[in-house]
């Protein structure tokens, strides 16, 4: 129930954002450019995109681009959103039941989440820096329905080297397996198993695969929305599109 509430979330409250990211007419630019930009800087960390970029424009990530990101992520708001959306969830339906229906047992949920997400952020930048992963999204570049959506389930295990080549994702696995495994050392006993951590291990490797078709259609979905739209109405006669 979390993964479809989060894919619902992600289309649309997402992608008017990423279609903020489309190309535009620079005349049509306006002072809420510099607000929007960030908003649009925020998806694309939390969901882990390297822009509208498509994958013949790879470039390798240095060192200090990747702490950067790996920073960012950790402090993006949409992540402490997420985890408090999950948190709410998974108190609706009182699991763990352990931790009760209460105030105490929402914190305990949430602290649980973000803790889990913390430590596969955490194990995933330090295997990727050292062997060199890139785990970012790129646009495939691809035209046709399913030659975009083979790619993108790919993308979701795949994971570029320096060269561009793409390879099985060593530190993905690693990540959300750290994830999965060591958050049950504060789990209640109903959740505490090895089995439980497969489980979880399972439900976010899907998710994440899910996700990259997810990540390979928002733009498209963004740049239907910004055509929905619209051109911006003009400015009354006299009005500069630029505020002072």
């Known amino acids: 129930m979390r993964f479809c509430f989060g894919l619902l979330l992600s289309i649309c409250v997402l992608s008017p954002y990423i279609a903020q990211a489309q190309p535009q007419d620079p005349a049509a630019s306006s002072s809420s450019s510099a607000s929007s930009g960030r908003a649009v800087e925020y998806v694309f960390n939390y969901l882990n995109m390297a822009g509208v970029m498509s994958a013949d424009q790879f470039a390798p990530l240095t060192q200090r681009e990747r702490t950067q990101i790996y920073w960012k992520a950790m402090i993006n708001p949409l992540g402490f959103i997420k985890a408090s959306t999950s948190a709410g969830i998974d108190q609706w339906n009182d699991k763990p039941k352990e931790w009760h229906q209460d105030f105490a047992g929402y914190g305990r949920r949430f602290a649980n989440i973000l803790g889990q997400y913390s430590i596969q952020r955490t194990v995933t930048f330090i295997c990727s820096s050292g062997l060199h992963e890139d785990n970012r999204y790129f646009n495939s570049g691809k ?3 399913w030659s975009r959506t083979r790619y993108a389930l790919a993308s979701g295990v795949l994971a570029r080297h320096d060269d561009g080549s793409r390879h099985p994702s060593v530190s993905q696995v690693a990540g959300v397996a750290a994830g999965a495994f060591l958050s049950r050392t ?13 489980v979880s291990f399972g439900i976010t490797m ?3 695969i899910a996700f990259s078709v997810l990540k390979e259609f928002l733009p498209d979905i963004g740049r239907a929305i910004r055509k929905k739209r619209g051109p911006p109405a003009p400015l009354p006669k006299g009005q500069s599109q630029r505020q002072p």
Do not use: C, E, I, V
């Open 186 to 198: 504060w789990q209640p006993p109903s959740q505490h198993t090895a089995g439980d951590a497969a």
């Open 143 to 145: 035209s046709g329905l």
């Open 206 to 208: 899907s998710s994440n």
